[in-house]
């Protein structure tokens, strides 16, 4: 099946942001995509000061546009993430829409992204987020699908777990900056992908030089050998690749390291 990309120039009118998504998820669909899947932060400028003056509750004005337009072009629909409000918390959540319009996965980030690097960046989500306290995984005519966000990817065991529960294709939606992009963005997708033999995809805003938090841009698919099949640049475009479940499944056949992990000795679960 063909997955799509769409790496968003994010600006700060969230209408033009919805207006602009949209769009390009309908060009994806008219291009034969039965998966689509939108970046980190979609609807708003990333940043602990936008956070709250770009949240919303769910369902709210963005996941309605992105039920009505999954449903538009009956498709599935990873709406990248929005600054979501519930209960006087802010939440940094994906939510997917399935052809039908209907919700089927509601994803709110894990681990939260507070590092420092010293002359490079500091960066602390947690003064205004909380973090999710839930694994999510929603299910196609396709395949299985994992879902983490951003700093998620960093933590092998979620993805192990996925793995562990039938997921063959997970999907990230990141905004790794210009320290962490360079360094870690690749190199970690690759990892997660060879080590659980799943595709992995990345799904980062466009690179706006002019924004106080300037995103690394390279959304990429790795395919389960470890191989990058398809990046964008740091501009705003869409980027296809057909996922290959039969290729992955001939990999887990050559090298059968589900089958052969000792869980006599070592092991990870889901706790809730």
Not at 122 to 133: A, H, M
Not at 147 to 159: H, N, Q, T, V
Not at 205 to 226: C, I, L, Q
Request: charged share 25%.
């Amino acid at each position: 099946f063909r997955l799509a990309l769409i790496q968003l120039h994010v600006s700060a009118v969230k209408s033009d942001n919805l207006q602009r998504a949209c769009g390009l998820v309908r060009e994806a669909s008219a291009k034969g995509a039965k998966v689509v899947a939108l970046p980190e932060c979609f609807n708003s400028p990333y940043g602990t000061q936008y956070f709250k003056e770009y949240a919303e509750k769910i369902p709210g004005e963005s996941t309605q546009k992105l039920s009505e337009v999954a449903k538009e072009c009956s498709i599935y629909l990873v709406g990248g993430s929005i600054p979501e409000e519930d209960g006087g918390k802010l939440y940094n959540t994906c939510t997917v829409f399935g052809p039908d319009g209907a919700m089927l996965a509601k994803h709110r980030k894990v681990h939260l992204f507070d590092i420092n690097i010293p002359g490079k960046i500091q960066f602390k989500e947690s003064e205004t987020l909380s973090p999710g306290n839930s694994f999510s995984m929603f299910d196609t005519p396709y395949c299985k699908v994992g879902l983490g966000i951003c700093y998620d990817i960093r933590f092998a065991e979620m993805a192990q777990i996925y793995g562990q529960k039938g997921c063959q294709l997970l999907i990230y939606p990141g905004a790794f900056n210009l320290t962490t992009g360079p360094a870690h963005w690749e190199l970690l997708q690759r990892g997660r992908a060879v080590d659980n033999q799943v595709y992995v995809a990345t799904v980062s805003p466009a690179r706006d030089e002019k924004a106080s938090y300037v995103a690394w841009g390279h959304s990429t698919v790795v395919n389960p050998w470890g191989e990058v099949i398809a990046k964008a640049g740091a501009e705003e475009t869409v980027i296809y690749t057909d996922i290959d479940l039969k290729k992955l499944a001939e990999i887990r056949q050559q090298i059968p390291i589900l089958s052969q992990k000792r869980c006599d000795l070592y092991g990870r679960e889901m706790k809730k």
